[in-house]
């Protein structure tokens, strides 16, 4: 994720993210970026669902899924402004 997960960490950084959550949400949009083995730039809704049917079919806790939510949120609104 090289440049785009800096580009996040910044983001998160300046709107005052947790200490605790920037490394949280940065490791949610990594592992999404693994998962698929692409950069989050070049995917979409499609994915995310996808990716997140997965974690829920795979036994995830809800609460570890609901970070993923709102890492994945962030990443797109505000990261990649889509």
Same mark, same amino acid.
């Given at each position: 994720? @090289?440049? =785009?997960? $800096?580009?996040?960490? #910044?983001?998160l950084i300046?709107?005052? +993210? /947790?200490?605790?959550t920037?490394? #949280?949400? =940065?490791?949610? *949009?990594?592992?999404? &970026?693994a998962? +698929? %083995?692409? /950069?989050p &730039? !070049?995917? @979409?809704?499609t994915e995310?669902r996808?990716y =997140? #049917? %997965?974690?829920? !079919?795979d @036994?995830r806790?809800a609460n /570890?899924v609901?970070?993923?939510? *709102? *890492?994945?949120?962030?990443?797109y609104?505000?990261? =990649? $402004?889509?």
């Open positions: 994720m @090289g440049e =785009l997960a $800096d580009r996040m960490r #910044q983001d300046l709107r005052n +993210y /947790s200490p605790k920037v490394p #949280q949400y =940065l490791a949610c *949009a990594r592992k999404f &970026a998962f +698929y %083995h692409r /950069s &730039a !070049e995917m @979409g809704e995310v996808a =997140l #049917q %997965h974690l829920l !079919e @036994g806790i /570890s609901r970070v993923t939510v *709102a *890492a994945l949120k962030f990443l609104r505000k990261t =990649l $402004d889509r």
